[in-house]
């Protein structure tokens, strides 16, 4: 019963933060508090939204529906719309019902609409039109009690200057409280949960108000205007929601409520014809309008997972595109062994224009020549004859290997490409390799091939003065189709760094990272699998914690320390152990497991180097300014961490802006057997019990 109550009682928060774009039970606490001036606003907002769980329950909508948060805080905002008309009674507490299921069926009406055709979110739009419709049909509704001309002016605060009466009021008419000290309530959460939206909100207020100031000739008539609420919630929406929080995405939220204005005035004229207010009518169709075009001219930077606040929707988005790229087509090499590039992007011969983006790879000796004896015949050339390698998992779309080899120095300038194979990815995108030795092929057009199987051998036809291998990314099945960027998977330098992200250079000599089967079995964790640690702080045992393998709702694997909602979720990808994210409190003993190993290959090779890129929130706080400030600025400031394999068990780390230092050695069957963090003011230690894993 008591697990009952507290779900019900954090949903309930949980949909008071949502009328402020935000997930937090505080932010909601607050919110219903200041609600509390008003018992008529709080009672009926409660009733309608108690009504939506009962009644989507009732029709077959489950808990963990994604309309679920929209009807709720829209069945919220039309109970307190009714609280703020009419007092309670029976007949109020009838129409919050009747409404609560209107808006129930509108909300989820409209989100099949919206989502499916347009790939835009429902927003208050149900509340507007419920609200309306109620508007409207009051007149007729002589038996309630109106309450809208009780008036509580004790809430507001006579010596504030206008400016300041009209933001506070503007900040109370969300929760339909047009009152200065529930203005001070609204911003304080909003202040204290997010630092973005407070900037975003303010600031949008007063832009939007100087407009219509102008434009009125009057900033008192401006400051008195109730409807101004809408340049707030456009602001937020705008530039610290749906968009990643950025100077450019202030800019666009600030343009938004200059377009705002007009429509805001142009509404207001129409619906005072039928004595009602306009609601939230501008906000909706700005911010549907602005996100429409935006999705599809391809704005870069559109959040596709919005996350509780706008600072932990930007500090998702730098920690995923500063150490992840889902866009760059990422091959492997095809070829094993050490290689030298012979030609990089944009190099000084024929990788020029529209073929720009290729790669040749030859073999060097220890006095960079790629051949043997005089190098007269292509049997001198080291990589002659060498197997080629699939670099990608794909089907084969297109195969040649009758062209003849040419002599060395001489080039066929009639069949540039000479013997090629294309090979369309798994990932959408098409990998060509050229140059093959004549009939050498081991393929053939409609053969599906796996990363590393042998496709062809290396040869010296087509425009090709000496026996090399050719390889280039494009997005078409043609033959010399236009090249893409793309970065080589799995690679490391003569000096042991793995290029990850990295362009090749010209004479860099270059090799396959070498896979561990040894270290891929002791990194697959399963479901369920708990490890049992020893906590020392300062060589001091504090206390023994447990952390457990979990899957969240959509399927990802992460690390849970028991006894909390710290999350560390991970996976294996691309011949690599990584850990993707960090969620939960911001001294989670779980942090330091994410200094250790941010990201490992999956390799036993000593002295292999490598460095990664540190999310933002392992050391500052996502509620906290700096956040804010790293909005106008993504790259500043950026935690990167360098590792290095020292044996088959044991690797190291140094974290130099931070200045930790880290150790893990493995467990030889799995896990992490021991984990050392090391700052200038403690040593945390995670020593793995005797049967500490299962």
Known sequence: ????????????????????????????????????FNPNITILGII?????????????????????????????????????????????????????????????????????????????????????????????YSALFVDSFYRHEMLNLTFLPASIHGLLRAFGVLLFSPYDIIGILVLLAILFYSRISFFIAVCSYYLGVSILALLKGSYAQAYADISTFNFILIGIAVGGIFLIPSKRSYTLAFVAVIVSVFILDAVTVFWSTFGIPIFTLPFNLVVLLFLYVLRNVGYPRINLYIKESPEKSLSNFLNFTKRFDYISPQPFLPFSGKWTVYQAFNDKWTHKGHWKYAYD???TDDEDKTFQKKGLRLEDYYCYEKPVLSPVNGKVVDAYDLIKDN????????????????????????????????????????????????????????????????????????????????????????????????????????????????????????????????????????????????????????????????????GIENNKFVLYSFSGKKNSLLKNFFYAIPKMPLSDESGLMWEENLPDNLFISNAGFQLFLKSFKHNAKNVKGKYKILNDYEMEGIIEKEKIQTKLIFDKIKGFKEITVKSLENEYKFVMNSNGGK
């Open 407 to 570: 002599p060395v120095g001489i080039v066929n300038e009639k069949n540039n490409w000479g013997n090629y194979i294309i090979i369309y990815s798994d990932f959408g995108y098409y990998a060509e390799i050229s140059h093959f030795q004549y009939r050498s092929l081991k393929v053939k057009k409609g053969d599906y091939v796996k990363f590393g199987e042998v496709l062809g051998l290396c040869g010296n036809s087509g425009y090709s003065p000496q026996p090399h291998i050719h390889m280039q990314v494009q997005y078409l099945p043609k033959l010399g189709s236009e090249t893409v960027k793309f970065f080589l998977n799995n690679c490391k330098n003569n000096k042991m760094q793995c290029l990850e992200f990295k362009e090749l250079r010209k004479n860099m000599k270059i090799e396959p990272v070498e896979k561990s089967r040894k270290k891929a079995r002791i990194l697959q964790f399963i479901l369920d699998d708990e490890f049992s640690y020893a906590f020392y702080k300062n060589n001091k045992k504090i206390k023994d914690i447990k952390i457990k393998v979990c899957m969240d709702v959509d399927g990802s694997s992460f690390f849970n320390l028991d006894g909390t909602e710290d999350k560390l979720y991970f």
């Open 361 to 363: 790879f030859v073999i």
């Open 1 to 36: 019963m008591k697990k009952h109550i507290l779900h019900f009682t954090d949903n309930l928060l949980y949909s008071f933060s949502t009328l402020l774009f935000m997930k937090s039970k505080i932010v909601g606490l607050i919110l219903l508090c200041a609600t509390l």
């Open 48 to 140: 309608s939204w108690l009504t939506t769980f009962i009644f989507a329950r009732f029709i077959g909508i489950k808990k963990d529906d994604v309309v679920h948060t929209i009807y709720t805080y829209n069945s919220l905002l039309v109970g307190f719309s009714i609280g703020f008309l009419f007092k309670i009674s029976f007949l109020s507490i009838l129409l919050a019902i009747g409404t609560s299921v209107l808006t129930v069926l509108l909300s989820y009406t409209l989100f099949s609409l919206f989502n499916y055709y347009f790939r835009l979110p429902v927003l208050n739009i149900p509340f507007t039109i419920v609200s309306t419709i109620i508007y409207l049909a009051s007149v007729k």
